[in-house]
């Protein structure tokens, strides 16, 4: 099987001008192999800096010197965002995670939203989150380390530290945990403030660990 799309010096080449990339095919393939070479050097979950170089309605482009890597829209924030450009702009600084190497396309995957300290840090105060990524980075890093000792059905016990409409956050200590109201009880809930309040002690089981927000997912209905 045969690719013409990877001798693409830019994507859609070979529709606007096919001599071109039979021309440029041994230079184009030389690049890539260098490029592929550069994507082996990064691992996902590395800490990468780099410049934005250019904002599309999907994402933005960053430069990190020796490769290129995607800002998905999805990946800047765990809020909503309706466009890239009310949070970046071309010239910004921008500190991301690693989330994988795109060999297809020869450049890296990122997330900002990861280095979030609180969701959506990265609407309120992107310079924060910049300036902080460091440090977050290492938390996320000693948190995803904890999250290895809790098993799916492990029970655990700790103190609602907050209610929102959704569900309670529960302190266990070295990790926080998310009891959704739909796994308060078997039975419906209008509001879960009508079932618990701050500070109360809780015992949950444990549903799995949410690596992506760096908690536990929590039931008691199963108790």
């Known amino acids: 099987t045969l690719s013409t799309k990877k001798l693409e ?4 080449d ?3 001008d096919p001599q071109r990339v039979f021309e440029n095919a041994a230079e184009t393939f030389q690049k890539r192999k260098e490029a592929e070479g550069i994507l082996d050097k990064y691992q996902p979950g ?6 934005v170089s250019s904002i599309k309605p999907f994402g933005a482009f960053v430069d990190l010197g020796e490769i290129t890597g995607l800002l998905h829209i999805s990946q800047i924030s765990h809020e909503r965002i309706v466009g890239v450009d009310q949070i970046l702009q071309e010239g910004d600084q921008l500190k ?3 989330l994988q190497a795109d060999r297809n396309r020869c450049r890296l995957t990122l997330s900002t939203k990861k ?3 609180k969701p959506g ?3 309120r105060d992107p310079q924060r989150v910049f300036e902080n990524a460091a ?4 938390k996320r890093k000693e948190a995803e380390g904890i999250l290895d000792k809790y098993q799916p059905g492990d029970l655990v016990q700790g103190v609602v530290s907050s209610i929102k409409p959704f569900g309670a956050f529960v302190d266990l200590g070295e990790i926080t945990g998310l009891l959704h109201i739909s ?3 078997h039975e419906r809930i209008v509001g879960v403030d009508q079932i618990l309040q701050e500070g109360d002690q809780l015992k949950a089981l444990v549903l799995q660990a949410d690596r992506n927000r760096c908690r536990l997912t929590l039931s008691t209905k199963k108790l």
Request: charged share 20%; aromatic share 4%; no cysteine.
């Open 96 to 98: 991301a995670l690693v």
């Open 135 to 138: 440090e977050t980075f290492q």
């Open 115 to 117: 280095l979030e300290p």
């Open 9 to 12: 010096p830019k994507p859609g």
């Open 14 to 16: 070979m529709l606007r």
């Open 46 to 51: 590395d800490l990468v800096q780099g410049v």
């Open 183 to 185: 796994q308060i009880s």
């Open 121 to 123: 840090d990265m609407l």
